[in-house]
Nanobody
Framework: VQLVESGGGLVQPGGSLRLSCVAS????????MGWARQVPGKGLEWVLS???????YTANSVKGRFTISRDNAKNSVYLQMNSLKPEDTAMYYC?????????YGQGTQVTVSS
């Protein structure tokens, strides 16, 4: 399993960013995909998931602002982040799981600051 994120950066409060994750090494369309984030010194927060049937989970902390989508033809999953807040500043990780095992990408940094 290999997951490679991109799209992070510095954005002002209220702005938007779109993160991308390209996956390889597994049958992408049969696996759930998700995004998690971590602030230094704090635990990992699971924020969104999208399942093989297209159903989704969204954490309350980002509900109404963040959206997850997937393109099975491109083995890719996306995170659209709108109305960003300083508290959204974190390292964002793409992830997948199967049979109790979870894999993460290397992460992409998102910084929300004026």
């Amino acid at each position: 399993v290999q997951l490679v994120e991109s799209g992070g950066g510095l954005v002002q409060p209220g702005g938007s960013l779109r993160l991308s994750c390209v996956a390889s090494g597994f049958t992408f369309n049969t696996y759930p995909m998700g995004w998690a984030r971590q602030v230094p010194g704090k635990g990992l927060e699971w924020v969104l998931s999208i399942y093989s049937d297209g159903s989704r989970y969204t954490a309350n902390s980002v509900k109404g602002r963040f959206t997850i989508s997937r393109d099975n033809a491109k083995n890719s999953v996306y995170l659209q982040m709108n109305s960003l807040k300083p508290e959204d500043t974190a390292m964002y990780y793409c992830a997948t799981e199967r049979d109790g095992r979870r894999w993460y990408g290397q992460g992409t940094q998102v910084t929300v600051s004026s």
